[in-house]
């Protein structure tokens, strides 16, 4: 059985930062390509990183862009997401998903298996 399961969440300040961990069981790590979605109070689930089976390719929306840096290491069946210079607008539930197909859709639908989320707030 598939399990992801993220941590890190938590209240932060404007302009501050937090990390994000995605913890993988069940799954052959490797053969997926990871994703951090987000989705906040009457807004779309959206994409905000990506990063290939290898780690080599990672993919970023304008948005984040330059703040946001997506990792994995798949001798320990992680996924981070290192968020920086955090705005109000990031508030949101995130969410760890994972597809076997290569490729960093935008669409939720495209993605297989989901975590449960963690809650970000940041306060301004």
């Known amino acids: 059985q598939v399990q992801l399961v993220e941590s890190g969440g938590e209240l932060v300040q404007a302009g501050g930062s937090l990390r994000l961990s995605c913890a993988a069981s069940g799954v052959t790590f490797s053969a997926y390509t990871m994703a951090w979605l987000r989705q906040a109070p009457g807004k779309e689930r959206e994409l905000v990183a990506g990063i290939s089976k290898s780690g080599e390719n990672t993919y970023y929306p304008d948005s984040v862009k330059g703040r946001f840096a997506i990792s994995r290491d798949n001798a320990k069946n992680t996924v981070d997401l290192q968020m920086n210079s955090l705005k109000p607008e990031d508030t949101a539930v995130y969410y760890c998903?994972?597809?076997?197909?290569?490729?960093?859709?935008?669409?939720?639908?495209?993605?297989?298996?989901w975590g449960q989320g963690t809650q970000v707030t940041v306060s301004s």
């Open positions: 998903a994972a597809r076997s197909a290569v490729g960093v859709p935008l669409n939720p639908r495209n993605y297989d298996y």
